[in-house]
């Protein structure tokens, strides 16, 4: 089995959360050689070589991303986008609670490699405990000299500064998340300009994810062609995958990008006894499903894009032959109805809607008209709005119901499908 | 003049040093806004009108923009809670691992529903959107301390425990005043949108927290249909590609 401890080192052996634990398994050592001995530049090209890619949803190269910073004299801020909230993610949460130094390596090295003096943490508000967690790491590293003025005596400065989130998915979203840490509304701004040009207070502004910015540790400590060599061709490294629904064991597993989907399904002890495989939802809530015939694809983003769904998130549920898919359909359409900002008519009249209509099925009232309704009703939502939330409505909803027409339709009422 | 508005003045002037030292951490005063409303209901159970208002002066906006920025946030309560806000996970992982027989117990088991507290105070009941613990489901949190693995017997032992005074978790506020009562007149006047609600003013009892769906067929008709457009597909599916693309030409000129 594939499983390797990377970022996953230590987790559940050790306490992480103790810098001196932390600094005795190397902790720091890459920031202060960083500071030291690389310029920034340095840092940004061994991310760009590495073939890193974001690990929060998009996928977008980091070392690109980061280059699109203009030159200029103007502050320039990193943030790291620890809003977890997809349904199915669960490992910026445990990286969070168990390896908050790592974590904190991982901004002040993505900082650096940007050339910032202001780096901030945006942490979902339900995690409270984590919060705790990485104020405590980061007093500690602040009273070690990581954090602070003239680093290292170099004359570096590099200020962290964490921000509670109060309950909204949608700030996991960079540009809510910027408006939100403006202390607005968690609305998502019209791009471009892109934060890179003009992001939080008008600066340029690099958005990255806890997982990837985590990552930059080990690539500067093995360099950058020892991530390179694992994964696909453009899928590069390894991942943290969040494995849940109906599996034996559900948890973080840390694999290299490309395992097989099957695989993966067996990492995380498989299905339960007696039971068969219905569908897998590879990347969180807003990816459709794929099957069985997809089982020995590998599991990187091409590959997920190719067979209809992403990798997203790295948030892998599995669903066996008790699942009601129109209750699950249901569900995530709920969520996004919920979560939707509102700001996009496609996306708050069409989530609330369509919801309304499941929420007829679900009750076995609906109607034959909904269905082709909801077979045809994406192209009144996707790719109509200001962010990816709206696209996000109904992916899984179109790929179940293609797959499990039967679960609906016993869900029609009789009198109305007849008329 | 109610009780509380009474405290409230000394209350803001304890708070106001560590509310200086938030903005302090900022380069524009307005980011100082979720902190320092998180720090009011740590100390007051929920956002109060007082703690806006106190908000707004200190960062030179109007109450209005306050309100209407605590408002976009679930995590914000603008109305008093109770003494243990029990949040149950709705998300797809716990669903499929038995969520809806886990609420529905809880929502006997306390005699309330979907975003309500009970008579005595003591609970608020929300169901709440995936927790990111998939892992462990089903769970929930209680004053947004996870508990996980749920069983009606592990709810059970918690519920009495709660009741006895025995469970170990912080309260909502730090300073549980023994008055603060649950009362759904006190804050009235807040306007109630679908988001933020906070933990009262749904009056049906035993609301599952789904949808109570009268209206859909008739606006059913209403529903716009059209084609399927692939072009509004790929967009979707190009964006990033475009997007990287914008921001180069952006940098070009």
Redesign the interface.
Known sequence: MPVVKVLTDGIGEVDLTDIATYRQRGGYLQWERAVRELKSSEVLEMADRSGLRGRGGAGFPTGKKWSFLPASDKPRYLVCNCDEAEPGTFKDHMLLEFAPHLVLEGILLGAYGIGSHHAFIYIRGEFKRGYEIFSHALDAARAAGFVGKNLFGTGYDLEVTIHRGAGAYICGEETALLNSLEGKRGEPRLKPPFPAIAGLYGMPTVVNNVETLAYLVPILRNGPEWFAAVGTERSKGYKIISISGHVRKPGNYEVPLGTTVRELIEIAGGLREGRTLRAVQPGGGSSACIFEEHLDLPYDYESMAKAGSMLGSGAFVVFDDTTDFVKCAFNLVRFFAHESCGQCTPCREGGHWLETVLHRFVEGRGLSSDLAMMRRVSSTITGLNLCALGDSIEPFLKSVLQRFPEQFEARVLREVASA | MSRRELEFPSLAERLRPQCEAIVA????P??????I??LFQEHEGYASREAMRFTADL?GLTPAVVE??VS?????FRKPVGKYVLQVC????C???GAEDIMAYFREKLGIGHLQTTEDGLFSYEEV?????????TCM?VN???IYDLTPQAIDDMIAAMRAGSFSVAPMAQSDRPERTWSVKQDGEVAQGK??LGALGVSAPNNPG??G?S???I??DR???????PA??A???E??VQ??K???E??EE
Do not use: W
């Open positions: 951490r900022y380069e524009e307005r980011s100082a806004l979720l902190p409303i998180h960062l209407s920025t976009f946030y679930t995590l914000f709705r998300g797809l992982s669903t499929i691992n959107e995936c927790l990111a613990a998939c892992d462990r489901a949190q947004l301390e996870f988001k933020s789904g949808l769906d209206s859909g067929i606006m059913l529903f716009v249909l059209r084609d399927d457009a509004m597909r967009r979707s599916n964006r990033l997007d990287a914008l921001v180069a952006v940098i």
